[in-house]
């Protein structure tokens, strides 16, 4: 199956009760059906833009929110060039998520640990502190019967015509909902449905030849027949470095919201 999103850190402080953050930089960051994609392999285009988020209001250590500001920032940033917007040392108190949704952007702070993100939202106000987010695109269609690791193409039912002319060397995301059958063949304890589903991939295509998705690389997991297929609008170049962050959560204390991953 697909491994669950990596690279979660813990940061406490003992001036708060509970703090953590996940943050997470990798080929997919998923929640529920959406997802986001960082880094992806591509070189940026030349020239970058620095971006003072100061001069959207976002002011450190003022103990006003700050979400709205940064997140002004990154939507000035154009997503065909390379763009930085540079916090400076300091607290930044969010309401909300930070989200990321352009190519070529970095975020960042100051000199390592003088920059801090202070998350005061539960999750009903966003899924993560810094919420780096693609567009999950068009269906394409999907899967005509079983397709199991290692494969390189697999039929569909139905299919966009209009995409598959433009569908050579871009990516196609392949995914199955999480089912109670499933879940029991897995020995889950935990898992069901309301979380993201377990079986999803992102792989390069070589575009469809005879009504059949052919891959550049071997499908990473098996998918049962019926499985979705789209052709996602991917994010790029996304990079995110020198800040401390940090989450507030009422009434739990660390030990307590060890391996809960819903911020």
Aim: glycine content about 8%; cysteine-free; proline content about 8%.
């Amino acid at each position: 199956g697909v491994n669950p999103p990596p690279a979660v850190e813990h940061t406490m402080r003992r001036s708060v009760r509970y703090l953590m953050i996940s943050l997470s930089i990798s080929a997919l960051f998923f929640v529920g059906e959406d997802f986001s994609l960082a880094r992806a392999k591509e070189n940026a285009p030349s020239g970058e833009t620095s971006i003072d988020p100061v001069r959207f209001g976002a002011l450190p250590d003022d103990d006003l929110p700050d979400d709205v500001a940064i997140n002004a920032a990154l939507r000035s940033a154009s997503g065909e060039a390379p763009a930085t917007v540079r916090l400076p040392p300091g607290r930044f108190i969010l309401n909300a998520p930070i989200l990321i949704n352009k190519s070529y952007l970095t975020l960042a702070g100051a000199d390592a640990g003088t920059t801090r993100l202070d998350a005061r939202f539960s999750v009903s106000a966003g899924d993560a502190i810094i919420l780096i987010k693609g567009d999950k695109g068009t269906l394409l269609g999907k899967t005509a019967h079983d397709a199991k690791r290692g494969d390189r193409f697999f039929p569909l039912t139905t299919s966009n015509a209009a995409l598959e002319k433009r569908l050579t060397g871009r990516h196609v995301w392949l995914g199955a909902p999480n089912t109670r059958e499933f879940l029991d063949q897995i020995g889950s304890a935990k898992w069901d449905r309301q979380y993201p589903w377990l079986r999803q991939a992102l792989v390069p295509s070589e575009g469809v030849s005879q009504g059949a998705v052919r891959l550049s690389r071997p499908l990473p997991l098996d998918l049962p027949g019926g499985s979705e297929v789209f052709v996602p609008a991917l994010i790029r170049g996304v990079t995110i470095r020198n800040l401390e962050l940090t989450q507030r959560v009422p009434d739990m204390t660390p030990a307590q919201a060890k391996g809960i991953y819903e911020n």
